[in-house]
């Protein structure tokens, strides 16, 4: 009975040695891959700002460019709307199916950013279009075309006066949720 127990103790003895042993290699183990991605985060810091961006520098001047896709796909059961839901499309039109699958890439924008430092602060410049014009060929229509000079004087087209953009919520919606109210600039 004895030398079970010395057995079994030595055995438990041993195990417990063994994964110590696993424990500290795994241990230096994970402290070499941190050090490894410490100097990994310290060279990124040290890079110039914007070398790995994605932004495009010519002399002081970066360039951005930006903007998304954003599909929406529908199937219209019983009329041929389009891309729109037409309120003012009431009963039954002319131009009835009996089904319909529709795609629109309307809410797409694209845009251009630019940015110059000058002894007179930052001179930036944007343009921006979207897809979502009146119509439903939908041809690109400009949203946002204007310059900045350092924080005080903005020239051209931005968003209206009348639009409380700081009570958004954020949504990727077009013209965000109902009862906002919305206004496009020409």
Do not use: C
Request: zero cysteines; proline letters at 5%.
């Amino acid at each position: 009975m004895i030398a079970k127990r010395k057995t079994a103790l030595l055995l438990a003895v041993s195990a417990l040695g063994m994964s110590g042993a696993a424990a500290f290699a795994q241990d230096a183990q994970t402290q070499t891959e941190l050090d490894a991605l410490r100097a990994r985060v310290e060279a990124l810091e040290a890079a110039k700002p914007g070398a790995g961006t994605g932004d495009l520098r010519i002399g002081n001047t970066t360039l951005d460019v930006y903007g998304y896709v954003k599909a929406d796909f529908f199937y219209d059961t019983d009329f041929e709307l389009g891309d729109l839901a037409d309120a003012t499309r009431i009963g039954e039109p002319a131009n009835a199916t009996s089904g319909t699958f529709g795609a629109t890439v309307r809410q797409s924008r694209i845009g251009l950013r630019t940015n110059t430092p000058s002894a007179i602060g930052d001179i930036a410049g944007q343009l921006e279009l979207d897809l979502f014009s009146g119509g439903t060929d939908g041809p690109a229509e400009l949203r946002h075309a204007n310059i900045r000079i350092g924080d005080n004087w903005l020239i051209g087209q931005f968003w209206t006066n009348f639009q409380p953009l700081d009570t958004y919520p954020t949504t990727v919606e077009f013209n965000g949720p109902v009862g906002i109210p919305f206004a496009r600039v020409p």
